[in-house]
């Protein structure tokens, strides 16, 4: 917003003000610039409402839908906490995890995300009002910007303080890109949160078909039968979005020469397209994906059973280099590493039991020894 679109909210309100006191329009009755602008700048109002509607966005909107996408992963952690699968690094196999276990740590993410959000509204709550023109306060009453701010915090449910320093509130914009920062480490998660189940969902039968995802549309146009993980990649462009909206935040923000940001718009606009959207994808994400997920558990125990990264629960008993030597000869005659191990007899029956339990593998006090990556 520029001080000429400014000028003209403050004729608009001094004219009408003007008429609720029986003057004539354009008497100025109330003055534009003595009565409505008294004691501000556009210099310090500007990036004042800035702040009070980002925080009453994140406030209202963004941590609520945040809250419930969090539930809706926990729910699904408690529910998938007996099936254990295939872990992966690298995209190769790894060691057992619970799907439980995987599902708490989107859950996590999110949580972790809440707490950013938060810390990056508090940041938010100090404003500019009453530093007028330059941070100096000059024409301002001293006790304008705390009155009129106790008065939004309690209209909006907001708190909102003057700024402790009125040269930082007025000529950087470091808050704004705190809070775009934040933005953008949410949507980091939600990217490797929905990319995770879009993979894991893969399929139905060529994919890694651990998971059932809702079927939220008819499907392909081409290929009949053939349903598409569209509110994954939905949520996968909003990250994107979100991505790029704070680069052009970061970039925005250092252009705070001397007494002012003259970015502030580009700012305002990219951050507030950032929380909307976020705020949009994220009860869409859990109520449209998320709540709808089933997993696959006969196809998860396949997989384990099928991995090379079993070796891994013997090594501490027989040595890496007999583990290894084990995992070779299962890939070469494509048996498992329970067959091979079972027919070489490395280790008693009973034991191989033990330790070859995926269960066993994904408690903390499973097989002792180097896990590796």
Not at 95 to 118: N, S, W
Not at 233 to 248: K, L, P
Not at 265 to 270: D, G, L, R
Request: glycine share 10%.
């Amino acid at each position: 917003m520029c001080p000429s679109s400014c000028s003209v909210y403050h004729e608009v309100i001094s004219n009408r003000a003007t008429e609720l006191l029986g003057g004539a329009r354009g008497s100025k009755l109330v003055h534009p610039n003595d009565h409505v602008n008294l004691g501000q700048s556009s210099n310090d109002v500007i990036p004042t409402a800035i702040h009070i509607a980002a925080g009453e966005l994140i406030q209202q909107q963004l941590i609520p839908a945040l809250t419930g996408l969090q539930t809706s992963l926990t729910r699904k952690a408690k529910a998938f906490d007996r099936i254990v699968k295939i872990g992966r690094t690298h995209l190769q196999d790894a060691t057992p995890v619970r799907l439980g276990q995987e599902f708490g740590g989107y859950a996590r993410q999110i949580t972790l995300g809440i707490q950013r959000v938060k810390q990056a509204q508090a940041a938010l709550s100090e404003v500019a009002l009453g530093g007028t023109a330059v941070g100096t306060g000059l024409n301002c009453h001293p006790k304008f910007s705390a009155k009129v701010l106790a008065l939004i915090s309690k209209e909006t449910g907001c708190t909102f303080l003057e700024a402790t320093n009125h040269f930082e509130a007025q000529s950087a914009q470091d808050s704004l890109v705190e809070a775009s920062g934040a933005l953008k480490t949410l949507a980091v998660s939600l990217m490797k949160i929905a990319n995770d189940i879009r993979f894991l969902g893969s399929g139905p039968r060529a994919g890694l078909g651990e998971l059932s995802l809702p079927e939220n549309e008819p499907g392909s146009s081409i290929m009949p039968g053939k349903v598409n993980p569209v509110i994954c990649e939905a949520t996968m462009m909003v990250a994107a979005q979100v991505m790029g909206n704070d680069a052009a935040v970061a970039f925005a923000g250092t252009q705070g020469n001397f007494q002012l940001n003259v970015m502030m718009p580009v700012m305002a606009y990219n951050l507030f397209q950032s929380i909307e959207l976020l705020s949009t994808v994220s009860p869409n994400f859990a109520i449209k994906c998320v709540d709808g997920i089933t997993a696959n558990e006969a196809r998860c125990k396949s997989l384990i059973e099928q991995s090379l990264a079993m070796c891994t629960a013997l090594a501490p008993e027989i040595g890496y280099d007999a583990a290894a030597k084990l995992a070779k000869e299962a890939y070469k005659s494509g048996k498992t590493v329970r067959q091979v191990a079972t027919e070489q007899k490395v280790l008693s029956e009973k034991r191989l039991t033990e330790l070859l339990d995926p269960w066993r593998m994904t408690e903390p006090g499973g097989p002792v020894g180097s896990a590796g990556g």
